[in-house]
């Protein structure tokens, strides 16, 4: 079955990074589009990021444009969300996700199939 494992979370202060990544079994990983979404405490699960299946494309949520960047790796069954100029706002669970279909690019929710454990970041003010 498939599997998603994130790391990388932590405590940052504001203006500072993180690189979060996650490590996908299970699956052939070059066949499907990865995303991240993130859920803070009190609210709903949001798209963060996705990156196509080859790696040419790649979308963001405005409010993490310019600051946020996904790539991943084929070779290595792994992506990557580098998350610079943190803001108090960026804090939540940050989990990584498998559409339902191969080749397929979504960034809505009810898309997505397999979903990891999540990783926790906070950014202090």
């Known amino acids: 079955q498939v599997q998603l494992v994130e790391s990388g979370g932590g405590l940052v202060q504001a203006g500072g990074s993180l690189r979060l990544s996650c490590a996908a079994s299970?699956?052939?990983?070059?066949?499907?589009?990865m995303g991240w979404f993130r859920q803070a405490p009190g609210k709903e699960r949001e798209f963060v990021a996705r990156?196509?299946?080859?790696?040419?494309?790649?979308y963001y949520a405005d409010s993490v444009k310019g600051r946020f960047t996904i790539s991943r790796d084929n070779a290595k069954n792994t992506v990557h969300l580098q998350m610079n100029s943190l803001k108090p706002e960026d804090t939540a669970v940050y989990y990584c996700?498998?559409?339902?279909?191969?080749?397929?690019?979504?960034?809505?929710?009810?898309?997505?199939?397999?979903w990891g454990q999540g990783t926790q970041v906070t950014v202090s003010s």
């Open positions: 990156i196509s299946w080859s790696g040419a494309r790649t």
């Open positions: 996700a498998v559409p339902k279909l191969t080749y397929y690019g979504s960034s809505k929710l009810q898309d997505y199939a397999n």
């Open positions: 299970g699956l052939t990983f070059s066949t499907y589009t």
